[in-house]
């Protein structure tokens, strides 16, 4: 179906929208693309920590709260915002109204506190597109098939932002933040990070994947699917920020676009696995049983009809995959259990690796270089990961940007 | 229809939930209902000063914020009572569930802040106590034919009950507030005021219009027109209440029911009208058109062909109805326009009067022993009013209590 062009989806995250001054701000914003003859659906995220506040008065009333109710409590943030918001509008004179995500058309399944999209009737926004109002839209939240209030979990804002901009058929979806757009590294570890211009999908993937923090991997994998192109920028200044979209042709020359670090992950190594079929399949079965992801796999040389099993699993699993192990030793024969909490995860990230033999090769270079030991090594098409001492990881990240480098104007 | 004697449908007022220790409070009270078998409907207002802090951040971001947009912002508050309270009885093992107003099956019109209730399709409602759960519904709000959130003005969270109590045809309707129920005069000024145990609709609808303010004059209009009863009581105590229902013979034996004070009217006087038919028509037709409402109205006895006109008015009017009035001055010939804002309403309000000759010059003789001048006089069928200076206020109420004996216990 053919784009509305002129009509532009745009998202404002919490720290966009935490002060009164900061509202105003958001509105001249909407104002200036106004002036412009610009169509606008806006998607709003609750005032600055009101979320967390609300979690927080939950939480005094009822340790475990139901999910359900969490919902509808944690919806009126992103209620109260949208409304205020439209309100500001109205003071610099533009026609403008709030909706709920009910009223927005966004339908969702059952699952409280991270329900899935499963649908969005845009009829509503597009009548009032059509009556030449702006559209603020509560983000985060939608309706479910029982008429409840659902949320749809972290990063939720974004996702109905890139879910709106498919729905409506925008020319344009962007997200507003408190950083410029996606750089190449955190710029808290390496001064000289610079911010891409130009990144697709599936960089932008691993990279959130791998510990990049701009943006939820879930509404990225929409916009992938969907088509929808992003741009992520920031709130406080007028700079163009970090245009998402499918590959381009040799797209900023780059092999490599950027280098994440994650330090919330844990390594597991299980001693002394009898080396038979299916040993594996079922310990990792059990784990993802309960819902827990398994990363970077190495299984070691046998010897003697026994090997060693290496994995990592996010550090809040780990409690949880430890007990499991444990069960389950008793019922198949397995050695010891070890967990380590002191490692990083250091990852490159480009879409021109698959095409330039050589890539691992400079990236373990330059690690050993700077006797950066590796435990562990993962892959995928467009990524190479490498586990490390924790203590050694923000000198990894620096070493690397600068061995790919990735300070290197016009990229 | 047959009323459902078991189910109850009770208020919680914004000072009985505002905060943790009291939300959790009102949570032990609905269990001990829940205890004795009773099936429940809780409507909730929101906490504490909520509404009050939402409104001024809405203003300082537009200081004269529209209605639909207002009604948005303010419906999050009853949205977020309503959740907490029923986390509140999760905790304590109780079964329930929190609804909006739209998903309480509560239509209004498009009267955006002050809207009426069109219909009550209370479906959902009866589903869910047929799922043995209690239902706690966020108060003051409803859904407009636009599918837009409205809010039913002051005192729209009792009004909420008193219609959900009919639509769901409750044995039962109990507002909780932070005072005792009705009183035959304000404690504050009348430190023997006494709780009334049983008060007429009409009664209570006097008091209400007459200045008492414990329930806004439009839930006990609909609860007389549907014969809804009512008890107000605290939630800070077990004590029994007040209840407010129809005319019971004989109730209580008393004449005089209660004294209320009203210090919020203004005295209008318009000097040198022409004594010719007509003329109040006129004038109260233009002051009518602007929605204000005029009381004890008084017109001198003519003399030489012009007479002096009089009547109250809202404090809150006065600036509009002397604008009103000074442009019809250039229309007809009217004389000087006097405004005294140092007046007071004192008013007896009882069904039994209507049957006792003699309650008025009861009344007047006891202010005249006492030197309270009265200035003007109304009367309706179970209330007489007497317009006096503002600093005689108090102590007319306290001759006017001891007069018609209202301290005297078994009443």
Known sequence: MKKRENLVV??????????VERIKNV??????????????????????????????LAHKINPEPTAREMDMLMATGEQASSSLLTMALHALGIDAVALTGAQSGIYTDKLHTK??????????????????????????????????????GRGGSDLTAVALAYAVRAGLCEIYTDVDGIFTTDPRIVKSARKINHI??????EMASLGAQVMQARSIEFAKKFSVSIVVRSSLNNRPGTLISEEVKD??????????????????TICDVPDKPGMAAKIFKEVSKAGISVDVIVQNVSSQGITDLSFTVAKDDLKQTLKI?????????????????????????GVGMKNHPGVAALMFDALAKNKINIDMISTSEISISCIIRAKDGNK????????FKLSKKGR
């Not at 192990?325 to 990230?349: F, P, T, W, Y």
Request: aromatic share 2%; net charge neutral.
């Open 10 to 19: 745009q998202k404002y995250g919490g720290s966009s929208v935490s002060n």
């Open 27 to 56: 509105a001249r914003r909407i104002k200036s693309y106004r002036d412009k003859g610009k169509d606008l659906v806006v998607v709003v995220s609750a005032l600055g920590d009101t979320t967390d506040e609300l979690v927080e």
């Open 115 to 152: 329900a899935k999209i499963v649908d969005i009737d845009p009829k509503r926004i597009l009548k009032e597109i059509r009556q030449g109002k702006v559209v603020i839209v509560a983000g985060f939240q939608g309706l479910s098939p029982d008429e409840d209030i659902t949320t749809l």
């Open 200 to 205: 697709t999908y599936d960089e932008m993937l």
């Open 251 to 268: 797209m900023e020359g780059a092999v490599v676009r950027g280098i994440t670090l994650n330090n919330k992950e844990a390594k597991i």
């Open 325 to 349: 192990l444990d069960d389950l030793s008793r019922k198949i024969g397995i050695g010891n259990v070890l967990a380590d909490e002191k490692i990083s995860r250091v990852s490159i990230v």
């Open 396 to 403: 990894a990240v620096e070493v690397l940007h600068k061995a």
